[in-house]
């Protein structure tokens, strides 16, 4: 079943991009470029298009021009991304594209877009090039990064009480990055990082890593890893008791994969999300249209792409319409950001600041359902969750 839905997306893509008719100019046109089968395709997938549309929807015509939503799977391959964003700018009137996923296809998006006068809306992609060395006219970012994962979610369990951190990190550039960002969060907060251990990625045993963050007296295990990894080191903690000596931290950890993981395993994390289904009377709503074709409650990400289409919708609607992308994303700086789901503004490197919801997975004894995973814990305000403008190589940055 997953190779035919696999299939019938692969066909999407042609249908979207090998179309011989030229796009109707008078119509607004908005790409959910994304992983609709793949890994991350439960953070931001089908949910992103279905986002993306509900966001069309509830703006309506810019301008008295509709606003039409088409997709296509990336494969995870920053290659393939280009050549349908190429196609989309081309030949189907692309105005804008929204979520990129990853890193590296945002950053591979960003000259093309720069290039062809369009706007690249990231929501999910998590590097901080995007709003500093790799900034552009072009883009904005609306997702959490690596910034928020490495210090603010450290700054928060500082504040309170954990002191003395041992790092599990898995052992390439995603982990490095987060190892270097979290040791310098609890250094600078007066805490301690009182060991480290790297892990090749897809380990099976942890057993020798654990024991080395038994005897390091820490009060505090962070697991700057991910996917399978994640849920292997964190079941096999638990198997070794270390949950009843340390506070689990999980900086890059998320609703779906919380989802995934089950409440056995996840209990008792802290997490940070930018929004959760069920915070209150807006999210719980729009849950309720959203799951009509999803089935399922929607992501952070995909709380993130509706945010993002809605602003970006207003500022067409500003400029008088989405021709010049560069003046349309502008306008996205001029203008206070307002949905039903986040406050807040964009910054001149094109960063959203928005706060950030700090939560714990709750306990199987807690939860009213399966997508009833999270309580709330605090926020992280907006002006502490990203990276600061002080000292940015931007160029966007005056």
Request: aromatic share 12%.
């Given at each position: 079943m997953k190779t035919l839905t696999k299939s019938l997306y692969v066909a999407g893509i042609l249908l979207s991009v090998c179309g011989a008719v030229r796009a109707d100019e008078n119509t607004i046109r908005i790409g959910v470029l994304t992983d609709m089968s793949g890994q991350m395709s439960d953070y931001s997938g089908p949910g992103a298009v279905e986002a993306a549309k509900l966001a069309a929807k509830d703006f309506?015509?810019?301008n008295g021009k509709p606003v039409e939503i088409i997709y296509a799977d990336h494969q995870l391959k920053p290659d393939t991304a280009l050549g349908i964003l190429r196609q989309w700018y081309d030949n189907r009137g692309v105005d804008a594209v929204v979520d990129l996923t990853t890193s590296s296809i945002a950053l591979a998006a960003v000259n093309v877009t720069r290039e062809k006068n369009k706007v690249a809306l990231n929501t999910g992609a998590a590097t901080i090039e995007l709003y500093r060395e790799k900034c552009s006219p072009n883009s904005v970012m609306w997702s959490m990064d690596n910034y928020?994962?490495?210090?603010?979610?450290?700054?928060?369990?500082?504040?309170?009480g954990g002191k003395k951190w041992f790092l599990l990190v898995t052992d390439y550039?995603?982990?490095h990055g987060m190892q270097a960002l979290i040791t310098e969060a609890v250094t600078a907060a007066g805490g301690k990082v009182v060991g480290a251990v790297r892990?090749?990625?897809g380990t099976a045993d942890f057993s020798s890593f654990l024991l080395q963050a038994v005897g390091s007296g820490a009060d505090v295990l962070a697991f700057a890893n991910s996917q399978g990894d994640l849920v292997n080191s964190l079941k096999q903690a638990r198997e070794f008791g270390l949950n009843s000596k340390m506070a689990f931290v999980a900086p890059a950890n998320a609703y779906h994969s919380v989802v995934s993981m089950g409440l056995e395993l996840g209990q008792g994390m802290t997490v940070v999300d930018p929004q959760y289904w069920d915070f209150n009377d807006e999210t719980r709503a729009f849950t309720k249209r959203f799951e009509v074709t999803t089935k399922r409650p929607p992501t952070g990400g995909q709380f993130l792409a509706y945010s993002a289409i809605y602003?970006?919708?207003?500022a067409v609607a500003a400029v008088g319409n989405p021709t010049d992308g560069a003046?349309?994303?502008a306008k996205m700086k001029e203008l206070p950001v307002s949905d039903p789901f986040f406050k807040g503004t964009v910054r001149?490197?094109?960063?959203f600041l928005y706060d950030v919801q700090v939560s714990t997975v709750k306990k199987p004894s807690e939860s009213k359902g399966p997508f009833d995973v999270y309580k709330p814990a605090g926020i992280i305000p907006a002006a502490e969750a990203f990276a600061p403008l002080k000292g940015s190589p931007c160029s966007l940055v005056k």
């Open positions: 309506g015509a810019v928020t994962y490495g210090h603010a979610v450290p700054d928060f369990v500082l504040k309170n550039a995603f982990g892990h090749p990625l602003h970006y919708l207003k003046a349309v994303v001149a490197d094109g960063r």
